[in-house]
């Protein structure tokens, strides 16, 4: 016949960094402790007891790990920042440590001339070395 043991709880570690809790729990002689911890959620408990299978620590701390977990949830979610945000975050004396572009629409344009510039150079080279071929300059034969 199966008793119903239930399990004492000594000490609940839980932790903040990572997702994670373990109970210390009293052994049904009441002599040893062992280590009940669950990992990123409840389903993923180990227990130092000696029981190899069923083991009812795990068992019966699912529910308080579960609550951990879920307390846990609105920390995991990710931040999702708005402008005012983003503008808060930035130095106000940002200007000062980098050179703003004093005109950056006028700065693209000559970007843009400078490609282009830079591409007809290499079309008209391309044309100019075509028209330029050696055109029945002969060499004498000697
Ligand atoms: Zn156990």
Redesign the pocket.
């Known amino acids: 016949m199966k008793t119903q043991k239930t399990v004492q709880v000594l000490t609940i570690y839980r932790f903040k960094e990572t997702a994670r809790i373990c109970f210390v729990?009293e052994s049904s002689n009441g002599l040893d402790t062992?280590h009940?911890c669950f990992n990123r959620d409840e389903n993923h408990g180990s227990?130092?007891?000696p029981?190899i299978r069923g083991?009812?620590?795990?068992d019966q701390l699912k529910a308080r790990a579960a609550e951990y977990f879920q307390s846990r949830q609105p920390a995991k979610v990710e931040q999702v920042l708005t402008a005012e945000d983003i503008a808060s975050l930035v130095d106000p004396d940002i200007e000062v440590m980098q050179p703003v572009k004093a005109n950056p629409v006028q700065e693209a344009q000559q970007f843009i001339n400078r490609v282009v510039a830079e591409k007809m150079a290499i079309h008209n080279a391309a044309e100019s070395t075509f028209e330029s071929a050696p055109s029945g300059r002969l060499v004498p034969m000697r």
Do not use: E, F, G, W
């Open positions: 729990v062992y009940t227990c130092t007891c029981a083991c009812y620590h795990l």
